[in-house]
């Protein structure tokens, strides 16, 4: 067909041919671009896609320079809201003052955490083979859940002394009711047919649970793991404030009493950057474990 085209038009004349050659010189330039592969713009959106950390990144560094602007062009005084340049500053020049600290209460976290989601674990393992101590039970977990912690964290300190021990405990409390839900749900999830082929395998109970139930489980509760090691954070915080003289917390509240608010901000600072690293590190092992799991293959 094209040669009949060509034919035709050497035999009608110098303008078509003419009209016929711009087009055969913009479908080779559009075969040459694509032939170059995507554009800088777009390597550069396909590596944002891909990355893992940079958009994260490029998302507070977004924060941090509208923060500055604000406090910069609207005046807004230090002692108000300082701006995350002075606090940084004062990270960086008091780092050594405050990395003890900050240690106190990563191992309050860490430690409450473990002990609450430990706890849960096995009371979900009870609940969901059991409604008896399920209806027994989960009113007196949904009672702690909603009392106030900040209320109970005096009587902590009153009990336990000031030491970890009240601080790991609050830790504890503020992560049992997630993982607990969690769990219970992930242990009763099962496919029912798979269940059935299990039993008719004569399976025991005991590999029932280990070979379905806990496999199944693990998404719930590694969903659950990174609301409550976040919330493990907020719970040694919160025992801080009641009772301590060490941990990121303390210094919250005293440099909130002394009005010293690029100290109270450079803590908040660590306690996000805690945070944000135990969260991460929860979503490390989580693709590590569950990597024959479907969601992680989509995501991967």
Known sequence: MGESILKNANETGPEVQAVLAVRKEGVSGREASRNLGPSGVQRLKNWLANSAVMPPLLAFAGLFILWELLVRVLGIEAITLPAPSSVLKELATSFVFYLPHAWVTLYEAVI??????????IGGVLMAHSRLLERTLLPIAVLANVTPVVAIAPLFIIWFGFGALPKILISAI?????????????FRSVDENNHEYMRSLHASKWEIFMKLRLPNSLPYLFSAARTCVSLSVIGAVVG?????????????MMASNYMQMQRMFAAILMLAIMGIALVN???FIERRVLSWHVSEQKQG
């Open 240 to 252: 801080e404030w009641s009772g301590s003289t060490q941990g990121l917390g303390n210094i919250v």
């Open 281 to 283: 590190i929860v979503r």
């Open 112 to 121: 409450g955490f473990l002990l609450g989601t430990l706890v849960a674990f």
């Open 174 to 186: 503020i992560t049992f009711f997630p993982m607990l839900v969690n769990s219970i749900m992930g």
